[in-house]
């Protein structure tokens, strides 16, 4: 789902992520626009604790590409791209890492942290109902003004 969702957000192929196949060279994952449609207005993305897996993947790569600016805490930090097999005689499920993955510029993915970082205990946000919304209006509020 990820690539669709970026691909209507960029108007030219872009990287957006470094993976690392165990054992072999890393390269760079790209994504190309998709339909006739791109979204170009400032966008924030908002994460926290829970955001995971391909929310992570989106977030990495919407900021590689600066094409978002990310507004949160950190992230659940799932560390790679797992792979799934069934093993033929037993049928048992069997789940592995196969590849790490990275943002655009080498950060691991399980390492990145918002530009925008929020501070749930001690930002003075935190009297709002959601700290994390609170930012990154504020912070989409200055994008809009800085574009005019």
């Known amino acids: 789902m990820a ?21 072999k060279a890393k390269y760079i994952k790209e994504v190309s626009p998709r339909g006739k449609w791109t979204y170009g207005a400032p966008l924030v993305v908002l994460v926290n604790h829970w955001t995971a897996s391909m929310g992570e993947g989106i977030a ?28 033929p005689k037993t049928k048992i499920g069997v789940s592995y890492p196969g590849e790490r993955l990275n943002h655009i510029n080498g950060t691991p993915r ?12 001690g930002s003075r946000l935190s009297r709002s109902p959601d700290p994390i ?8 509020m200055r994008s809009l003004g800085a574009r005019r």
């Open 133 to 140: 919304f609170a930012a990154g209006y504020r912070t989409l």
């Open 3 to 23: 690539l669709p969702i970026m691909g209507r957000l960029i108007d030219r192929r872009m990287g957006y992520q470094e993976v690392g196949p165990l054992h």
């Open 60 to 87: 990495i790569g919407l900021d590689g590409m600066k094409r978002a600016t990310i507004v949160g805490t950190r992230m659940a930090g799932l560390n790679g791209g797992v792979f799934n097999l069934e093993l």
């Open 110 to 121: 399980e390492d990145f942290t918002p530009p925008v970082l929020v501070d749930l205990m």
